[in-house]
């Protein structure tokens, strides 16, 4: 299947119906919209059937609607602005219950990461943050969260972990100065695609580095850059970017990383909490 849907609606218009013409011509002109409607918001937007849009998408080679729906919305995942981002969740979102609408969804990225995820690829990740020599980290804008969440915990279990602060395009590298053989870099970036991740991995690379990319699919600058991509579905909710099914995955590894040094874990952990209960760094439970 053709990566632009635009382009193989092009190519095979002269074969359709009025109906059908109809829609094509819409989807050409409003495709960030359309990517977002269901069948029949479609049809009735266009003054179709709901049948023919079903119809429309099998004559494009879909097993369905849904198929073509989420065929837009790969095309258009990293095209969109903010603005356009809130013109096309009203027909994504519904105004009377959002909370069900976001929550409903974040499942939705959750269980397909889960069904897509390669479990081969997972237990490579693991066993490069076990064995580098030192891990940088590196996220730009809202993945930062994603970075500072795994460094955290990451520097519980083991040393060496930097995460490299995106403040100036050139301390990013400085941060990165002795970068070499036998360490790692794990990179973050999710739609919409920042311009830098790409080529701080890329320098991480140059200098000897293995570089993991946590991402959200193939069409990511990581893909075909990284040494291997971990991938968690993140779309577009209005203007915000759902990082549920990522930080998912980054919870993952990093109780995956515990339990392979479950008597080094017990260990730091003993000494935590006597740190913590002689700083008072929790409340007490005890009256």
């Given amino acids: 299947m053709d990566k ?7 190519r095979e218009n002269s074969g359709f119906s009025k109906g059908q013409r109809l829609i094509a011509k819409y989807i050409m002109e409003n495709y960030d919209k359309a990517a977002f409607m269901t069948a029949g918001r479609l049809g009735k937007t266009v003054g179709v059937s709901e049948s023919t849009v079903v119809r429309f998408a099998a004559e494009l080679g879909f097993d369905g609607y849904p198929g073509m729906r989420k065929a837009l919305q790969e095309m258009i995942r990293s095209r969109l602005t903010s603005v356009q981002r809130i013109e096309a ?3 994504m979102l519904d105004d009377g219950n959002i909370l069900k609408s976001v929550l409903s969804d974040d499942i939705e990225k959750l269980q397909a990461t889960l069904e897509e995820i390669d479990r081969h690829s997972f237990e490579q990740v693991v066993d490069s943050i076990i064995a580098a020599r030192e891990i940088y980290i590196f ?3 809202t993945s930062r969260s994603l970075a500072d969440f795994l460094s ?3 520097s519980l279990l083991r040393a060496g972990v930097h995460v490299i602060d995106d403040n100036s395009a050139s301390g990013v590298y400085e941060q990165m100065l002795r970068i070499g053989e036998g360490d790692l870099f794990i990179g973050f970036t999710f739609p919409r695609y920042s311009s830098h991740p790409g080529k701080v991995m ?7 580095a293995y570089a993991v990319g946590l991402t959200d699919g193939e069409n990511s600058p990581f893909f075909g850059l990284a040494d291997i991509c971990l991938y968690a579905k993140s779309e577009m909710v209005s203007f915000v970017d759902s990082l549920v099914a990522p930080m998912s995955l980054v919870n993952a590894l990093i109780i995956a990383v ?6 080094a874990l017990s260990e730091t952990f003993n000494k935590l909490e006597q740190v913590w209960r002689e700083y008072k760094v929790f409340e007490s439970s005890d009256d």
């Fill in 139 to 141: 996220a730009s804008r």
């Fill in 258 to 263: 515990g339990a392979r040094s479950r008597g």
């Fill in 89 to 91: 969740s009203r027909d």
């Fill in 202 to 208: 890329s320098f991480a690379k140059s200098h000897g």
């Fill in 152 to 154: 955290y915990y990451l």
């Fill in 4 to 10: 632009d849907i635009l382009t193989l609606i092009s």
